[in-house]
């Protein structure tokens, strides 16, 4: 059963930067990190989670929402099941539950960002507050 942990979040001043992390694990032989597309889901207070950032399987390719390119680079390392979301300039909006997500199909990664449901297995969060 593959389990997801996100870290990371706190409170943090307007203009700071901060990097959420992903450790993934419960993978089998059969299946790797490598089988999975990996997203970053923000909910804000009072919101729906959207999908922020995608990543390809193997790390190469990522897509972005246009609200946060720029701000926010995601990154994985396959080799140690890890992913990460690292935002700088950090605004008040930036406010809300993290999620990091695998999904195991492979469609456009542009796709996944409006599609949670594709993303079988979810981590419980980590909360971020943006306050002066």
């Known amino acids: 059963q593959l389990q997801i942990v996100e870290s990371g979040g706190g409170l943090v001043h307007p203009g700071e930067s901060l990097t959420l992390s992903c450790a993934t694990s419960?993978?089998?032989?059969?299946?790797?990190?490598?089988?999975?597309?990996l997203g970053w889901f923000r909910q804000a207070p009072g919101k729906e989670r959207d999908g922020v950032s995608i990543?390809?399987?193997?790390?190469?390719?990522?897509y972005y929402i246009d609200s946060v390119k720029g701000r926010f680079t995601a990154s994985r390392d396959n080799a140690r099941n890890t992913a990460f979301l690292h935002i700088s300039s950090v605004t008040p909006d930036d406010t809300g539950d993290y999620f990091c997500?695998?999904?195991?199909?492979?469609?456009?990664?542009?796709?996944?960002?409006?599609?949670?449901?594709?993303?079988?297995?979810w981590g419980q969060g980590t909360h971020v507050t943006v306050s002066s």
């Open positions: 419960g993978f089998t032989l059969s299946h790797t990190v490598e089988d999975y597309v």
């Open positions: 997500a695998a999904s195991p199909y492979q469609f456009s990664l542009s796709i996944y960002a409006t599609r949670p449901d594709l993303f079988r297995h």
């Open positions: 990543m390809s399987r193997s790390g190469i390719d990522t």
